[in-house]
């Protein structure tokens, strides 16, 4: 009886590597499928384009007087930019920080002592607080009221009366001149 060496099966060789060949091919295309299905959902979480484009707001601040303030708008919200006199601003820095609900001094909140920029949003529930224009009421600190609930807000724009946790907040803002800003 003669022992015969069977020859080798090329055949099912290529048809593992056909197969495999086949689930790479497969599992590719579900990859990319996947992805056009998963884009959309993803993309709708980015910032609308009007956002984007109200990013950034340049102010000039020359025809601002002392004592004067103007509300600009920068993403959506009232930002409150106030030409601050001397008073205002001895007021503002001789306030014991100690006695402050959220404890910040006038200088960390602003660049050059003369200007003032705050979010004019109050921090309890999300009001515009009064106090821009001349003719409104100022709260008991001779900054802003925030009449919906009582906040009552310093010449530094910190909370010295009322429900409100925090002080208004201060936007990233810089100086492009003496008397142009840029927010944001």
């Not at 992805?35 to 984007?52: R, Y």
Request: charged letters at 25%; proline letters at 8%; aromatic letters at 8%.
């Amino acid at each position: 009886m003669s022992i015969e060496n069977p020859a080798p099966d090329h055949g099912a060789h290529e048809d593992e590597g056909r197969r495999d060949f086949l689930f790479l091919t497969a599992a590719a295309f579900g990859a990319v499928g996947a992805g056009s299905v998963a884009w959309p959902f993803i993309d709708q979480m980015n910032p609308a384009a009007d956002t984007v484009a109200l990013s950034t707001t340049e102010v000039d601040l020359t025809p601002i007087e002392a004592g004067q303030a103007i509300t600009v708008m920068w993403q959506g919200k009232p930002v409150f930019i106030r030409r601050r006199t001397p008073e205002e601003i001895n007021s503002a820095e001789t306030t014991d920080i100690s006695t402050l609900r959220d404890p910040q001094t006038d200088e960390s909140r602003v660049k050059k002592p003369e200007w003032l920029v705050l979010v004019g949003i109050c921090t309890h529930l999300g009001c515009v607080p009064q106090g821009q224009k001349s003719t409104d009421v100022k709260g008991e600190y001779g900054g802003w009221f925030c009449p919906c609930h009582g906040s009552h807000y310093d010449t530094s724009g910190r909370i010295r009366k009322g429900p409100a946790p925090k002080n208004l907040a201060v936007p990233k803002y810089e100086f492009l001149a003496d008397t142009k800003i840029l927010i944001g």
